[in-house]
C-alpha cells in the first residue's frame, strides 16, 4: 500500500474542456437543488419572500452560467438543439430575466431614491422630521424638481 498519494494537475485541452464539463454538471445540479428549495419555502399563503426569491435567483445565475463563454467554455445552442421549442423559448426568457431583473437591473423597481419628510401642522411648516432612501415603488408622494 502506498504511503504517498500525490495529485498533479493535467493541463491538457481534453482535461481542461472535462473540466469545463465538470462545472457546467455542477452549475446544473446546483440550479435543481435552489430549485428544490425554493418551493420547499414557498407556501400559498405564507412564505418568506426573501429566501424564495434568493434561492430563485440564485438558481437563475447558476444556470445561465451554464452558457457563458468565459471563463469556461459553455453549452451552445447545438447543445441543447434536441430541447423542444418550449425549453428553448423558456431558456431565453430565464437568460432576459436575469439580464434585465438580476445581474443587470435596468427596471424602475431596481432605481433608488432619497426623500426629505416635512410636516406643516395648523399652517406652520415643521422642521424636517426624517430622511429615507429605498426602492422607488415605495416612493409614494412627488417629487422635488431643480
Do not use: W
Not at 473540466?19 to 445540479?29: F, T
Not at 430549485?35 to 430563485?56: M, N, S, T, W, Y
Not at 428553448?88 to 424602475?108: C, G, M, W, Y
Amino acid at each position: 500500500m502506498p504511503s504517498n498519494i500525490r495529485a498533479v494537475e493535467i493541463t491538457i485541452p481534453d482535461a481542461e474542456a472535462l473540466a469545463d464539463l465538470y462545472g457546467i454538471a455542477y452549475d446544473l445540479n446546483n440550479a435543481k437543488y435552489l430549485c428544490d428549495k425554493a418551493r420547499e419555502f414557498f407556501h400559498p399563503r405564507r412564505h418568506d419572500v426573501q429566501i424564495v426569491d434568493g434561492l430563485i435567483a440564485a438558481a437563475i445565475i447558476k444556470y445561465i452560467r451554464c452558457f457563458s463563454t468565459r471563463p469556461r467554455t459553455g453549452l451552445c445552442p447545438s447543445d441543447i438543439s434536441a430541447l423542444s421549442q418550449e425549453n428553448q423559448e423558456a431558456r431565453k426568457f430565464i437568460k432576459t430575466l436575469r439580464d434585465k431583473h438580476i445581474a443587470h437591473p435596468v427596471n424602475s423597481f431596481d432605481e433608488a431614491y432619497v426623500t426629505a419628510t416635512v410636516a406643516e401642522r395648523n399652517g406652520i411648516k415643521k422642521p424636517n422630521t426624517s430622511n429615507s432612501s429605498g426602492p422607488r415603488q415605495n416612493f409614494i408622494s412627488g417629487r422635488i424638481q431643480q
